[in-house]
């Protein structure tokens, strides 16, 4: 199956459109608005428009669809890497109102709705979402403890049919037990995490990521190392500089590329 995306954990990426504003740490070397200006888009920031597109990008995602059914596998669609789909701004609410359209006319494809403005989703959802559709994985970016004891509670209090979380760019060690146990309430089912890239990518300690790894092996839940970034551990041990290529994505000798078990059985 055709994938489009260097994303490793997705099949293809779709922006309902371009543009956002920084909100945590996470954003501070934003790629999404480094990207845009390369187009030559000013599309950053609380006062600056966006980019939004027309008819033909819209009908990407119904190729996919198709592509899907006929292969008889699911794909994963990143929506959005140029954006944040819950971003409060009235003229996008006619846009959200579209790629819910276009989330429900293609059910062969698993949606991946990742946001740094969990606190926005619930008044941003359809008024058919019930306990969620079926199709669409809501997950929050989470680069420190501060941000994932913020914006845990929003994500796990909407009901979705998956509950994941970025960990990227990692900036400090996290612990995410307590949302991580299936005892203590509605569970994160995926957690990604990766390091930093770019030319002032911050460093990640490795043993911020092994142990994140050993909290979800020690819950059972799915673990996936995106990437180390440009920050990878020498011989030591310690995180020091490499290419984002050389770095690679190994963890401890082994590439970790788990997905929630909802994906296997819908396949
Ligand atoms: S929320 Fe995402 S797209 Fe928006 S500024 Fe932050 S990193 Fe960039």
Not at 117 to 135: F, K, T
Not at 202 to 217: A, H, I, K, V
Request: aromatic share 10%; glycine share 8%.
């Amino acid at each position: 199956m055709a994938r489009d995306s260097a994303i490793e954990w997705t099949d293809h990426t779709f922006n309902p459109w371009w543009g956002c504003a920084a909100v945590s740490p996470a954003c501070d070397h934003c790629y999404a608005e480094a990207l845009a200006k390369r187009f030559g888009y000013r599309t950053w920031g609380a006062k600056a428009p966006r980019r939004f597109f027309g008819d033909a990008h819209w009908s990407e995602p119904l190729k996919w669809n198709a592509q899907a059914v006929k292969s008889g596998m699911r794909m994963r669609v990143f929506c959005a890497s140029m954006a944040d789909v819950f971003e409060k701004r009235v003229e996008l609410d006619v846009h959200r109102e579209r790629l819910w359209e276009l989330i429900k006319d293609t059910p062969a494809l698993d949606w991946l709705l990742l946001t740094k403005r969990p606190q926005l989703i619930a008044e941003r959802l359809p008024c058919d979402w019930g306990a969620g559709y079926v199709n669409v994985w809501l997950g929050t970016t989470v680069e420190n403890q501060m941000e994932a004891t913020r914006r845990l509670p929003h994500l796990l209090g909407v009901p979705a049919a998956v509950h994941f979380v970025s960990a990227e760019p990692l900036l400090s060690g996290v612990d995410l037990r307590q949302w991580l146990d299936p005892r203590l309430g509605r569970r994160l089912g995926w957690v990604i995490a990766g390091g930093e890239s770019g030319p002032r990518a911050r460093p990640s300690d490795p043993s911020w990521f092994r142990d994140l790894r050993d909290q979800c092996l020690g819950s059972n839940v799915p673990f996936h190392f995106k990437q180390w970034g440009n920050w990878a551990p020498n011989a030591d041990g310690q995180a020091t500089r490499h290419s984002k290529a050389g770095a690679g994505r190994a963890l401890d000798g082994r590439t970790w590329d788990q997905l929630p078990m909802v994906a296997a059985l819908a396949q």
